[in-house]
């Protein structure tokens, strides 16, 4: 069962579809929830001294993913890694979709509609469709979660659309009202919910496991920053970050569009680790 707490105020929407209801974790507020008895533990062994980094900006770097019709075509997707831990296909991805670059090579579908996310992992386009290493898709109006012990295109298990910061949001509202994706470099043989699978071997307690819910703790100094960047920070308080993938230290990820100011994201690597804490929303299951 999933931990209960603080509902958020509004949900994200995409395609007149919610990003996940507003009882989801990412969508759920965290900033009143106890610190995690690990907690220093955790944000020392990610890095008190590294710096927060925008893994997005306005051109091509970043997650992408593309909205879809209906009635989109659905395509053949063969798994070459995980095909045991994937959703079959067809997917309705076009053979055209923007991959992301760099090794992960994601591609993020949401189809209108149906409100179904599409997630692929080490994608490629093939003469029928894609191969990938894993696939996963999600129902964006049930919490359902993935089985027990089964991966997604994140090592977490998780989607990875929800937890993207999206220029749509920070241009236009002006408010972001979930959690972002973090990647870290070390985590431990275990995951809290809504996380169902972990990524290592190692068993120290110290590390933090996949699915750890961080925040920016409530008395660091916002005054200093503006724009686009202060928007993300105020999320990172109510909403936090959610540990998905072994990575860079606080690298927190988003969707590349041309909205995005790049001097104003760039000021949030300024925050340092240290601005972070641990929050309690469940045990670990190894």
């Known amino acids: 069962m999933l931990p209960v707490l603080a509902v958020a105020a509004a949900t994200t929407t995409l395609a007149g579809c919610p990003v996940f209801p507003a009882s989801?974790?990412?969508?759920?507020?965290?900033?009143?929830?106890?610190?995690?008895?690990?907690?220093?533990?955790?944000?020392?062994?990610?890095g008190l001294a590294a710096r927060l980094h925008p893994d997005f900006a306005s051109r091509t770097y970043g997650i992408p993913f593309a909205v879809v019709p209906t009635a989109q075509?659905?395509?053949?997707?063969?798994?070459?890694?995980?095909?045991?831990?994937?959703?079959?296909?067809p997917y309705p991805v076009p053979l055209g979709a923007r991959v992301e670059g760099g090794s992960d090579?994601?591609?993020?579908?949401?189809?209108?509609?149906?409100?179904?996310?599409?997630?692929?992992?080490?994608?490629?386009?093939t003469a029928r469709g894609w191969s990938a290493s894993n696939g996963a898709v999600f129902d964006l109006r049930s919490n359902r979660l993935r089985p027990k012990g089964w991966t997604?295109?994140?090592?977490?298990?998780?989607?990875?659309?929800?937890?993207?910061?999206?220029?749509?949001?920070?241009?236009?509202?002006?408010?972001?009202?979930?959690?972002l994706r973090v990647t870290v470099?070390?985590?431990?043989?275990?995951?809290i919910l809504p996380a169902r699978h972990f990524a290592s071997s190692d068993t120290d307690p110290d590390l933090p496991p996949?699915?750890?819910?961080?925040?920016?703790?409530?008395?660091?100094?916002?005054?200093?920053?503006?724009?686009?960047?202060?928007?993300?920070?105020?999320?990172l308080k109510?909403?936090?970050?959610?540990?998905?993938?072994?990575g860079s230290p606080w690298y927190i990820t988003g969707a590349p569009d041309r909205r995005w100011d790049d001097d104003d994201l760039h000021a949030l690597g300024q925050v340092p680790g240290s601005a972070f804490e641990a929050v309690q929303t469940g045990a670990v299951t190894r």
Not at 156 to 171: H, K, N, Q, S, T
Not at 210 to 235: C, D, N, S, W, Y
Not at 238 to 246: M, Q, T
Request: aromatic letters at 8%.
């Open 210 to 235: 996949m699915g750890l819910r961080l925040r920016l703790k409530a008395g660091f100094e916002t005054r200093p920053f503006h724009g686009q960047a202060l928007v993300i920070l105020k999320a």
């Open 24 to 46: 989801n974790p990412w969508n759920e507020d965290v900033s009143k929830l106890p610190v995690a008895a690990h907690s220093a533990a955790y944000v020392k062994s990610i």
């Open 105 to 125: 090579r994601h591609v993020i579908v949401v189809q209108r509609g149906t409100c179904r996310l599409f997630e692929l992992y080490g994608a490629a386009r």
């Open 152 to 179: 997604s295109a994140d090592a977490a298990g998780l989607p990875i659309f929800p937890g993207l910061a999206r220029a749509d949001e920070v241009v236009g509202r002006r408010t972001i009202t979930h959690a």
């Open 185 to 191: 470099p070390r985590t431990q043989k275990g995951y």
């Open 73 to 89: 075509r659905r395509v053949s997707i063969r798994f070459t890694d995980y095909p045991d831990e994937s959703d079959r296909g």
């Open 238 to 246: 109510r909403y936090g970050l959610i540990v998905a993938d072994n």
